[in-house]
């Protein structure tokens, strides 16, 4: 058995403290975090030519990444993509494009303090959509509570 100095195992009992210490920290965590998908929000609140703008990265963004969790929130005029009938300015529907992201387990969400200040009834709201009490609130509780990246096309 080998037998080491008493500088010597200071020394291992330190190391052995930072280790320790980093663990407790949560960086001993790291090679868990990097294997979980990215999370972000696109938050759109402009209008249909930002909704047509964030769908486009969105498309880019899992072409590039498609293990990353998506969710779209969307207040004020950013609803309006979500809408019965919404086009864009091409005259395409946005259905399509908003189930064919569903389908790649995108998630879109719609503020209800916006359908009640618009007098909108739920029903007119795409049926892929998820409707939140607030958009903004939403957007900082994905923020805060679950980790969530944001951008905003």
């Known amino acids: 058995m080998a037998h080491f100095s008493v500088a010597q195992r ?41 909704a047509s703008n ?46 064919d992201l569903s389908m790649k387990g995108v998630e879109f969400r719609v503020c209800n303090f916006t359908l009640q200040s618009r007098n909108i009834d739920r029903s007119k709201v795409h049926s892929e959509a998820k409707i939140v009490p607030s958009g903004v609130a939403e957007v900082g509780r994905l923020q805060s509570k679950e980790g969530f990246a944001y951008l905003k096309p």
């Open 54 to 99: 964030g769908l486009r990265n969105i498309r880019n963004h899992l072409e590039a990444d498609p293990t990353a969790r998506i969710v779209v929130v969307t207040h004020a005029g950013g609803i309006n993509f979500l809408l019965e009938g919404a086009k864009d300015k091409n005259g395409n529907p946005y259905d399509a494009a908003v189930d």
């Open 10 to 50: 200071s020394l291992m009992i330190v190391l052995a403290m930072f280790a320790a210490a980093a663990c407790a920290t949560g960086q001993g965590d790291m090679a868990a975090k990097a294997k979980e998908p990215n999370k972000v929000i696109y938050h759109i609140n402009e209008g249909l030519e930002q």
